[in-house]
């Protein structure tokens, strides 16, 4: 891959349009997590030391237009309160218009603007030239920091390259690239990749291309599940993907003839119902009664899988072991992140849900990295190109 970093741009005096994902949780109007706020903030502060006039643009949520719920102004209060300088926030719902062109060409070296969310625009989903265009209109230079939506071909992350003369990958992207694309493709050995969270079909390209790649591959999650079904046990309630059983078997062949050591659940944590407070017991993994259902791995399990990564040196890990999000339920996922934090190895927490549950827990700073990108880091993963990656390196 071709390296377009800020490290080699000239950025004093000109107009810097940076591309964050500052999708950030909110609860009415406030920010109850700024994790990707803080990720951005070395690639902010880079192009502010060097000069730059940046304009600052992010999705939030998933609008179809204009939505009060989803306006970029707790970002834009929470940027100024961590660079300890005033960050205008530019709240047109058109996004782009004349008086944002105006403020903007009237900038001055080390300020910065937070343009409204990107989302407003019905064209940025469809990546339609007029909005790249807009968007073009207030840069001389394009920095794409935003690696949680490099997957998607939208205006901010694609369109807006081909009309920028000057285009690169910000820190974060940088940082990403570099783990993520190390990981899968040069993995300090023995190389263990640790797979949880809802679905099989989610993660069946992501399975198939790890067995090429990993020395063991650990199963957990209510994906498990379906694995387990495959075996050919009772799974009770449990969460099932009856169209996936074909798949699973397939995968476990595949691991077998790969050399690479599958392992799943040998007991499991069963309710009577889905609720935080459910009746629960650990059960062996055949042992799953009609009318249970597995919310998170068992005792037993928790040995095998923190046991097979204790001699790891590269460790990739995307989706939880149960419904962290219940006390009852989170203590597989407490028990690996645990682990993971006291090996002598790399490790890397794919984004989304497992990232939410290491950061909960309190191992986040434990880890070597953890990615701002769930679905992302997941299609990097599957060997996929990432369009917004792409489009910067090819711009």
């Not at 047109?92 to 603007?113: F, I, L």
């Not at 957990?220 to 309630?237: L, R, S, V």
Request: proline share 3%.
């Amino acid at each position: 891959m071709k390296k377009k970093t800020i490290n080699n741009l000239q950025v004093k005096g000109k107009r810097v349009l940076v591309r964050c994902d500052f999708n950030v949780p909110l609860i009415n109007g406030e920010i109850t997590d700024d994790t990707r706020i803080v990720a951005a903030l070395p690639t902010i502060k880079k192009l502010i030391a060097d000069g730059g006039r940046l304009v600052l643009c992010s999705h939030l949520g998933k609008p179809k237009g204009p939505d009060p719920k989803a306006t970029m102004e707790p970002v834009a209060l929470r940027l100024s309160t961590h660079l300890g300088q005033n960050v205008a926030f530019l709240g047109y719902d058109e996004v782009v218009n004349d008086k944002v062109r105006e403020t903007v060409s009237n900038m001055k070296d080390g300020e910065v603007v937070v343009l409204q969310n990107t989302r407003f625009r019905k064209e940025e989903g469809k990546n339609e030239e007029s909005f790249s265009k807009d968007l073009a209109s207030l840069a001389d230079i394009y920095v794409n920091d935003a690696f949680g939506s490099a997957h998607r071909a939208h205006c901010s992350t694609v369109g807006v390259t081909e009309f920028v003369a000057e285009s690169a990958v910000g820190f974060l992207m940088e940082k990403e690239l570099k783990f993520l694309g190390g990981a899968v493709e040069d993995p300090v050995r023995p190389f263990v990749a640790i797979l949880g969270g809802l679905k099989v079909s989610d993660k069946i390209k992501v399975i198939d291309k790890l067995l090429e790649k990993v020395d063991k591959l650990i199963i957990g999650g209510a994906m498990a599940y379906t694995f387990m079904k495959a075996q050919g046990h009772n799974i009770g309630e449990s969460f099932l993907e009856e169209e996936s059983i074909g798949y699973a078997k397939e995968m476990m062949q595949k691991a077998k003839d790969k050399g690479v050591k599958l392992l799943l659940p040998i007991d499991t944590t069963v309710a009577k119902e889905f609720s935080a407070d459910a009746e629960h017991k650990v059960v062996a993994a055949n042992g799953i009664e009609d009318g249970w259902q597995g919310l998170d791995i068992g005792v037993k399990t928790r040995e095998l899988f923190c046991d097979a990564i204790k001699d790891a040196k590269t460790v990739i890990w995307n989706g939880p072991m149960g419904v962290f999000e219940f006390q009852n339920f989170a203590k597989g996922t407490l028990a690996l992140a645990k682990a993971m934090a006291d090996i002598d190895a790399t490790t890397i927490i794919g984004g989304g849900d497992s990232a939410a549950a290491v950061n909960q827990l309190g191992y986040g700073d434990k880890m070597t990295h953890i990615s701002t990108g769930g679905g992302a880091s997941l299609e990097f993963l599957e060997g996929k190109a990432l369009p917004g990656v792409e489009a910067v390196q090819n711009a």
